[in-house]
């Protein structure tokens, strides 16, 4: 048998890349045999740039810089080693992640004040370093900003009214943003191509927009989401009427309603804007680079998960777009996470032909942490013993 196996991270236990070695170990008590290809993925949140950097070899930066409240974290970008030119992949959620909040964190005014900065150096260091293309993927934000404090990282100047200039380290300046001064952005700012790496077409307004959609788990209240949706419509439009002045990117749209826009707290507005920065589809973008693309093709079966698959999984998570993948080569695919919750069931609509939820009923968090990969190769022995018995 060839097996594929292509899991996400299990967040708060394990890695991608422990996931499928635990899953390997599942099917090699079984098929002892089994040709076996793991590709461990990851859907342009926390892990990505480790996935990357696995997969093809390349580079790893550090950087001091800021976490999402201003405080200091040593964070990472990296180049990968392939292509004509010098790519650095720069993952927001390395420097803006929601992971830096504990959950008692995660209040109204944290959210308000969460800033991408820290990602904003970031992007610095590698332009400074001489990247020619800088791919940003958007997950795992604690961020709804806009990229306002991305944007000021960069050298532009937000000012409020009378000229006062703004940090751009506290998000809940936004709404005090009056006018957008970009005579000091970095000088390679309009050199370098830019690339936002996501499968969210939210935009970044209104009823389906970054705020309403993404606040609350970041922790914004209904007042709170209800303030920076306005404050992000306002600050569109004053980094519009820049863009116009200067002549630059896509002055003359209303960037408001594009689709994608509203990815990781609109923070790819600015480089969309000003630099037109094009959307690559972060999951296939990853399969691709990773491998994973062409590896399904001619696998007897696809085993991917993550920690809890549920509804929302199908809105661009790995195990959607690893089922969409082995469908496309005629390969069945099966789902073995942490946990299933409501909605799971739609992904058989994408080619998954099996669900598995691998942690026992009324498991602690210690305990999780303890054994999931053992329970993870453990479900995933039991599922494939079940399949071949059957079978046989």
Same mark, same amino acid.
């Given at each position: 048998?060839r097996?594929v196996i292509a899991?996400?991270s299990?967040?708060g236990t394990?890695?991608?890349?422990a ?10 008590r ?7 290809a793991?590709?461990?993925m990851?859907?342009?949140? *926390?892990?990505?740039l480790?996935?990357l ?5 390349g580079v790893r930066?550090? $950087? ?7 405080r200091?974290? #040593?964070?990472a970008?990296g /180049?990968?080693?392939s ?9 927001l959620?390395?420097a803006?992640?929601? $992971? &830096?909040?504990?959950e008692? *964190?995660r209040?109204?005014?944290?959210a308000?004040?969460a800033s991408?900065y820290g990602?904003?150096?970031l992007?610095r260091?590698a332009l400074?370093a001489?990247?020619?293309e800088?791919?940003?993927t958007l997950?795992?934000?604690? !961020?709804?900003?806009?990229? &306002? ?8 100047t937000?000012?409020?009214?009378g000229?006062?200039?703004l940090?751009?380290r506290?998000a ?5 943003v009056?006018?957008?001064?970009l005579?000091g952005?970095h000088p390679r700012?309009h050199?370098?191509v ?8 939210h935009?970044l307004c209104g009823?389906d927009?970054?705020?309403?959609v &993404?606040?609350?788990?970041k922790?914004m ?6 303030r920076r949706?306005?404050e992000?419509?306002? /600050?569109a439009?004053r980094?519009?009427a820049?863009?116009r002045t200067?002549g630059?990117g896509r002055?003359? *749209?209303?960037v ?9 707290g ?7 804007l ?5 959307? $690559?589809?972060?999951? #296939?973008?990853?399969a691709e680079?990773t491998?994973?693309a ?5 696998a007897d079966?696809v %085993?991917?998960?993550?920690g809890r698959?549920?509804g ?7 195990? +959607?777009?690893?089922?969409t %993948?082995? #469908?496309a080569?005629g390969?069945?695919? /099966? $789902?073995?996470?942490?946990?299933l919750?409501?909605g799971? *069931?739609t %992904?058989?609509?994408l080619g ?5 939820a +691998?942690?026992p009923?009324?498991?602690s ?10 329970w993870?190769a453990?479900? !995933?022995?039991a599922?494939l013993?079940d399949?071949?018995?059957?079978a046989?």
């Amino acid at each position: 048998m060839r097996i594929v196996i292509a899991p996400d991270s299990f967040k708060g236990t394990l890695s991608a890349a422990a996931a499928a070695a635990a899953m390997a170990q599942g099917v090699r008590r079984v098929v002892p045999a089994a040709d076996v290809a793991v590709f461990p993925m990851a859907d342009g949140g *926390e892990g990505t740039l480790e996935v990357l950097l696995a997969a093809q070899g390349g580079v790893r930066y550090e $950087v001091d810089t800021w976490d999402p409240l201003g405080r200091p974290v #040593r964070a990472a970008f990296g /180049w990968l080693a392939s292509g004509a030119g010098r790519t650095a992949v720069v993952e927001l959620a390395a420097a803006s992640g929601l $992971v &830096f909040l504990a959950e008692a *964190e995660r209040t109204p005014s944290a959210a308000l004040a969460a800033s991408t900065y820290g990602t904003g150096e970031l992007i610095r260091a590698a332009l400074d370093a001489g990247a020619d293309e800088v791919v940003l993927t958007l997950g795992g934000s604690a !961020t709804t900003d806009g990229g &306002f404090g991305l944007l000021t990282a960069l050298g532009a100047t937000a000012r409020a009214a009378g000229g006062r200039p703004l940090s751009g380290r506290d998000a809940r300046e936004l709404g005090l943003v009056e006018h957008v001064d970009l005579a000091g952005l970095h000088p390679r700012f309009h050199h370098v191509v830019f690339r936002l790496a996501s499968d969210v077409t939210h935009p970044l307004c209104g009823p389906d927009g970054a705020a309403r959609v &993404f606040g609350p788990q970041k922790g914004m209240d209904e007042a709170a989401i209800v303030r920076r949706d306005e404050e992000l419509a306002r /600050w569109a439009e004053r980094l519009s009427a820049a863009a116009r002045t200067a002549g630059l990117g896509r002055a003359a *749209e209303d960037v408001r309603a594009v689709p994608g826009l509203g990815a990781a707290g609109g923070a790819g507005l600015p480089l969309y804007l000003l630099a037109g920065a094009e959307f $690559v589809a972060g999951a #296939r973008w990853l399969a691709e680079v990773t491998g994973l693309a062409s590896a399904v093709h001619g696998a007897d079966l696809v %085993l991917t998960g993550e920690g809890r698959t549920d509804g929302q999984s199908r809105a661009g998570k790995v195990p +959607a777009w690893v089922a969409t %993948l082995a #469908r496309a080569a005629g390969a069945p695919c /099966w $789902v073995i996470s942490g946990a299933l919750g409501p909605g799971h *069931e739609t %992904l058989a609509e994408l080619g998954v032909q099996r669900f598995v939820a +691998a942690t026992p009923a009324g498991a602690s968090r210690e305990d999780m942490a303890r054994h999931a990969a053992l329970w993870l190769a453990d479900a !995933t022995a039991a599922a494939l013993q079940d399949v071949l018995q059957g079978a046989g």
